[in-house]
């Protein structure tokens, strides 16, 4: 496999077969999802600013054809992982934004009753096993899913996503290296945004062409991608994870892209190791969402009017989360005891003799 | 002389200080240098002193921990910056095979002086991962010294002693201080330096004995101070300072003194340095005990997310004054 670089020509990725095969509606779903996650991710920021939320705000604004575009491949076994900057990944897989605000505002009806927080969205339901906070630290989970999935006699394979700062990590040498001997299903999708908070890809990785190019040390296919293309996303992510789903064969997949904000709302740095002209220059030409809508208006799938509903009913959804959010009951402080262990949440022996794991 | 100063500036002015006086250390970290700190603790030092002295590192906490260890080994003294000591796992070989027992393997031969530091702390509401309190297990690991400053004039005092010190030192600072303000002694009066296993009595009192480290110091001397005017108790609160050399001798003369305890301690019920300190007293000075040793420490569950709910799981003035109430 010969892999994409800035100077080969570029190409159209609309007549790949996974793109050919999408109606009118399927893009425009598409689009919907990506316009979703930036408006919930704004109304989130917004509520952040206002005291409303603890700990940290990890925005994937200017990221989303990556969450969106490949997990629109995922079938009933397919299942994903990823890092601290978990929003979009939460949506595009179909958990509701009242359940991912509420989560932020630390309710009881967030989808961690409160207690993870905006790193920590889970949705085992819909093959969604998180959020974690430790850079690289779920790179081998995501090992593990597919592990599981090939251990099970099932063909479906885990994408495991993280950031470019990751591939420093161990763990995540460790995890490659496991994948290829083993041959397991995995697909991991380096996100390179370019900054690991505020280091740039060039001070914190050794790397000839691509990040991506690390897995030849493992005997492993590998390819780099253009995030703010959704067909280039959707067509080479397929090919991955045809690989991994047929014959266990995992990828590391590159996926270039921009995140609009800072690391997190924390870092008001977000400027000083990045120029304005820097950002300016993804926001006007390489921004996901509008390239998409360009292409489609073009195809003839949808109008500007059309995208504008689109827009401001996911204003209105995200709009509606926050008071869901503000209307939901805090956690009782009797919880704090629930979900450290299985045992003491049901009906066993240790549950009702009380509470010898605990300490008081 | 002394001047006012946050906790974070007390640490920078102890690494530059530190910097200036032996040209062996070097600062590392995630983010250290360029972006001036995660926590703005190392803020200006790598304008003033360029690459080679302050250095950003990768996110790779078991290479550049186990980087900075292996420079010790060759007489380099790397004070190597934490983001956040739960990151600790990810280097946690290094911190307890490596730094921990090359010393003691090699018969000697081989000192490891380094520090590492950063904030371990729960109370920011980062959930579960984000918020381990690990002092009271790096201090089971023997070969380290382990210390938790509370106030600024400590942060730069215990910071100085642990760069000088030819063993591994983890300072574990906390978020909720870096903020905080105190008299730190004028450098134009002396090297300030607070030695490694001294304790300090922040408070003197009569009564009973609250005994502390880190931010939980802050903690037992506003209960002190309910304790007193609501209650009229006198409580004596004695801060350890180091966890690892403890200064046993300071914690059983408060006991003998008040013949009553109770220990605040940030970190898990279960295990952790007020298991141990307890421990240390019923062996000790049972005699003396006019009461049951009492504790009070976060609650036995990973970190809530929610700042509804975890506020209640850490220790606060109000159930330190509870539990005083129960055995006074
Ligand atoms: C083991 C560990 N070290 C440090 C951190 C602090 N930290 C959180 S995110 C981050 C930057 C990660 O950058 P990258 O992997 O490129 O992902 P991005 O934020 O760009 O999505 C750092 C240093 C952490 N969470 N875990």
Redo the contacts between chains.
Sequence with gaps: MSPASADTPRLDFAGSPVNQSLSADDKIELYRKMVRIRRFEQASLKYYNAGK????LHLYIGQESVAVGTLSLCGPNDHNITAYRCHAHALAVGMSMNECMA?LF??ATGC?K????S??FFAPDKNYWGG??????QTPLGLGLGYGLKYKGLEGCALCYMGD??V????FHESLNIAALFEVPVVYIIENNGY????SQK???AFRGCLAQRAEAYDMDWDLVDGSDLYQVRAKANIAMERARKQHKPTVLEITTYRYYGHSVADA?AK??RTPEEIENYKKNHDPISLWQRRLIEEGVLTEESAKEIDTAAKEEAAASVQFAEESP????S???DD?YWETDNDTEASKIGRH???? | MSRTMLYRHAIREALDEELTRDENVVIMG??VA???G?YKVTEGLWDKWGDKRIV?T??????FIGMGIGASMLGVRPVMELMFW??H??AFDQLVNNAACVRYMSGGLINVPIVMRGPANGG???????SHIPEGLFAAFPGLKVCAPATPADAKGLMKAAIRDNDPVYVMENTLLYGTEGEVPDPADGDHVVPLGKADLKREGSDISLIAHGRSVLHALEAAETLKNDHNISAEVLDLRSIRPLDVEAILATVRKTNRVVLVDES???GGVSAMVSHIIQEEAFDHLDAPIRRV?S????A???????N??LPNPKRIVDKVLTIA
């Excluded at chain 2, 609650?299 to 990973?302: I, M, S, W």
């Excluded at chain 2, 809530?304 to 975890?310: A, D, G, I, Q, T």
């Design positions: 939320m603890g700990g940290f989560e630390g309710k961690s409160g207690k993870g927080g790193m920590h974690h906070g430790i850079v690289a630290g700062g990751a420093n990590q161990g763990a690991s908070m505020g280091t001070r914190s990785s740095n000083k190791y805090a956690p009782e402080v919880e704090i005891m450290v794991f605990f300490n008081d | 995630e983010e360029q972006y001036n995660a950003d990768p996110i790779s906490e078991a290479g739960s990151f796992s990810v920011t509401n980062v959930g579960a991962t984000h898990k019920g279960f420490t609650v036995d569950a990973p809530f997310y929610s700042k509804h709910v975890e209640e799981q």
